[in-house]
C-alpha cells in the first residue's frame, strides 16, 4: 500500500509543482494610470514578492525526511495587470488581462519561467441594472473565502507529499487546508449593483470532467456549472461586518452506461468582523463531488459522489505599522483529492506583516502543516516552514 502511495504522490507531484502558483489577484497598493482622457482610461498594477523559506520535513519513510531552503514566491505569485474602462452614453465598458510569473527556474526546465494569464474579461456595467462579466476570471465557489484570508500576502503551508517544497510556484496557503481554490475558467457573470450592501453574483462557467473515465465512453455535460455568491456588508456594533454565502452545481454523464454521472455541489460560507485595531474571520465550505484543492478538477482526479469538509478560524491584530495575524485551518477529504484512500489537512500559522511604507511591506511567517491519512500512516506528513520575505505593490 506504501508503494502505491508512492506512485499516487509521483503522478500528482508534478501537477502540482506546475499549479503551486495558483492564487488570487494581489490587492495592489495603487495603480499607476497611464492614461485618462475622453472617458477613457488605461492603467497597471503589479505584485512582486519573494522569501527566504526554511521548510523541516518529516513524512512516512525516512528517505523523505529533511531540511530544505529555498527562495522562491509567497502564496501570492508575481503579477502584472492593466486595466480598461471606457464611458459611452450609460454604460461603462471595461477590462483586465492579468499575467502570472514565477521566479523560480529549474535544473530541469533552465529559464522557462513559467508565465500564464489568469484574468482576461470585459465588462458592461450600468449603476441601475448592474455588471455582465465575460471572458476569464476567477470562480465564484469558494472566493470570498480564500479573498480574505488574512494570510493572503503571506506563504502558508507547502506540502512535500503534494510536491509544494521543491516546487517552482508558490506555496499553498490555506488551499486544500480549509478551502478549494476558485480555479480561473471562462464565464459569463452577472453581478446586481450594491444594493445597501448586498450584491448578488450568477454565473455560468465551463463545465469540467468529474465521473471515472472509461475505454468505451466519453465524458460530457449536458448544462454548464453554475456558480453563485451573496455578499453582504453592514456595522453592528461598531464592527464592520462583511459575509458571505458561495455555492457550484454541475452534472457529469458518460456515454458508457456502466459509468456514473456524478453531480457535484459546494457551499461556502463565511463572515469577517473588524472593529478598531482587530479583525476576526470564520469561513467554510461542504462540498461532494468537488476537487478540495481545485474547483476544476486540475489533474483529473476521480470524482466519487463522497464529502468533503473545511474551515478556516483567523485574528489578526494591527499595532502601528505591524499587523499580527493568527491561523488555523483543517480540510476533511474522503478521497477526492490527492490521495485516493481519504485525509485530513491542517494548516496553523502565525505571521507578522511589517508596513515599510504604502508599496512596500516585510513578512516573518511560521507555519505548520499536517497530512494525517484516514487507512494508515503512509501518507501522513508533518512539515513546519519559517518564511521571511518583502512584498512590493504598485
Do not use: C
Not at 225 to 241: N, V
Request: net charge negative.
Amino acid at each position: 500500500m506504501h508503494n502505491n502511495n508512492n506512485n499516487s504522490h509521483r503522478r500528482i507531484m508534478p501537477l502540482l509543482g506546475g499549479l503551486a502558483s495558483l492564487a488570487l489577484a494581489p490587492l495592489a497598493g495603487a495603480e499607476i494610470m497611464l492614461y485618462d482622457k475622453d472617458q477613457t482610461t488605461f492603467s497597471t498594477d503589479g505584485y512582486i514578492n519573494a522569501f527566504y523559506v526554511n521548510s523541516d520535513i518529516d513524512r512516512a519513510g525516512e528517505q523523505y525526511d529533511r531540511r530544505q531552503s529555498r527562495v522562491k514566491m509567497g502564496f501570492l505569485p508575481n503579477t502584472l495587470g492593466f486595466n480598461m474602462t471606457r464611458q459611452i452614453d450609460d454604460l461603462k465598458l471595461g477590462g483586465r488581462a492579468s499575467f502570472w510569473v514565477s521566479i523560480n527556474d529549474s535544473e530541469t526546465n533552465g529559464t522557462d519561467t513559467a508565465i500564464d494569464v489568469r484574468q482576461f474579461y470585459g465588462t458592461v456595467a450600468n449603476p441601475e441594472w448592474g455588471e455582465v462579466l465575460i471572458g476569464k476570471d476567477f470562480g465564484l465557489f469558494a472566493r470570498s473565502n480564500i479573498l480574505l484570508d488574512e494570510l493572503l500576502t503571506g506563504y502558508g503551508q507547502v506540502s512535500d507529499t503534494l510536491g509544494l517544497v521543491d516546487g517552482g510556484g508558490v506555496s499553498f496557503g490555506n488551499i486544500g487546508s480549509g478551502y478549494p481554490y476558485p480555479f480561473p475558467t471562462s464565464q459569463i457573470t452577472y453581478r446586481t449593483p450594491v444594493m445597501e450592501g448586498l450584491r448578488v453574483a450568477v454565473g455560468i462557467m465551463d463545465p469540467v470532467d468529474t465521473n471515472d473515465d472509461s475505454a468505451v465512453g466519453k465524458a460530457y455535460q449536458e448544462n454548464p456549472r453554475t456558480e453563485s455568491e451573496i455578499t453582504y456588508q453592514f456595522d453592528l456594533g461598531g464592527a464592520k461586518i462583511y459575509s458571505w454565502l458561495n455555492g457550484s452545481y454541475q452534472t457529469s454523464d458518460n456515454t458508457d452506461s456502466n459509468v456514473d454521472s456524478v453531480t457535484s455541489k459546494g457551499l461556502g460560507y463565511g463572515v469577517q468582523a473588524k472593529m478598531g485595531a482587530f479583525s476576526l474571520t470564520g469561513s467554510g465550505f461542504s462540498a461532494k463531488g468537488i476537487n478540495p484543492f481545485f474547483t476544476n478538477n486540475a489533474g483529473e482526479a476521480t470524482l466519487r459522489e463522497v464529502d468533503s469538509q473545511g474551515y478556516l478560524v483567523q485574528g489578526s491584530y494591527t499595532f502601528g505599522k505591524n499587523r499580527l495575524a493568527l491561523s488555523y485551518g483543517k480540510t476533511k477529504d474522503d478521497g477526492n483529492g490527492a490521495v485516493n484512500t481519504g485525509a485530513d489537512y491542517e494548516t496553523r500559522g502565525i505571521a507578522l506583516f511589517r508596513e515599510i511604507n504604502a508599496n512596500l511591506k516585510l513578512v516573518a511567517e511560521y507555519n505548520q502543516f499536517e497530512i494525517d491519512g484516514h487507512e494508515g500512516d503512509a501518507q501522513n506528513e508533518d512539515t513546519d516552514t519559517l518564511a521571511l520575505g518583502a512584498v512590493l505593490t504598485w
